[in-house]
């Protein structure tokens, strides 16, 4: 099949990992690509890495920024794409050979708007294993919101976040129609956390048909340099205009589910919160005092979405050990101790 998937890379400082993601593109069974590369102000090597595969290979294209941030710089890339489909990589990350192949197969088999397979993490080593492929087809939007969008974590109420989804999926391991995404105008979030899952459930709100696999099909490096661990002053003012925004897109694109968007969005506003103090704990600056540190926590433990389920029950949900401990002294207000010991003991 000759249908050009357009692949967007935004990339900032990945130096150790860019050449094994690129290399796992140009490994695919299915060679009709174009990448779209946008170096987001990388300060390391990233830069010259993007630019060494794009004079080797003319499928490659880079764009250098300023830093603007991951959202900003895939939609400078969406601008560029020209390809049929479309799917989204991150640069640490990495491809099974198949993937496009397999992922494009799917969707035209099945008359599909897009394709969404199993992403799964790995550190250092990939560890495959054996695994039964299941594919199933979810036409119509009531089967769409209920079997794809609903089967994802995000949002699940609190009491099933532990509950295992059918299929994996995620924002980037999915193969997607170009012309969908820019008929719909669908494009990324001014935030650093959740604006891909955005994209996704705005997609799939658009929909008629969407085909899942459990295969796995993206590899998802668990880098402690990326943003998912890195300290955020301003988590919690984030994950308010994170609620907004998915709030807002279902009221609009699907009010009749709302009510149970709404539990599920208040669940994930509750684990962001918690995420909160534990960045804050754990992720900040050497050098940032305890009083800081405990004026933080004491904002998200009084914001009032957040107090309100900030309970002894919803914090039994947190794994045993000293930072349950740590969350059931900050919910009595025994804050600014309990940030003095914690930073003892990390001396």
Known sequence: MDKLISVIIPVFNVEAYAAECFDSILS???QCFEVIIVDDGSTDGSGAICDAYAARDSRFHVIHTENRGVGQARNLAMEQMSGEYCFFLDPDDVLEPFTFS????????????IALGVSKNFRDAIQREDTEKKEYVHRGKKEIIEGVIFDKNDLKPLERKTEKSVVNWEFFSSLYKTSLLQEKQIRFLPISYGEDTYVAFYYLLESETAVTTSLPVYWHR??????TFRYHPDYLDETKEYYRYYYELFEQKAPE???????????????????????????????????????????????PKFSKMFTAENIRRTPKGRFRT???????????????????SKR
């Open 222 to 227: 668990r880098n402690p340099t990326s943003t």
């Open 28 to 30: 695919q069974e299915h």
């Open 102 to 113: 397999y992922l494009l197969q799917l969707l035209e088999d099945n008359h599909a708007d």
């Open 257 to 303: 589910y709302l009510e149970q968007a709404r539990i599920g969005l208040d669940a994930q506003y509750y684990r962001r919160c918690v995420s909160a103090i534990e960045r804050e704990l754990f992720l900040s600056p050497p050098d940032r005092g305890t009083k800081e540190m405990s004026e933080t926590i004491r904002t998200v433990r009084n914001d």
């Open 326 to 344: 740590m969350l059931n002294l900050f919910r009595l207000g025994i804050i600014r101790p309990t940030v003095r010991l914690f930073a003892r």
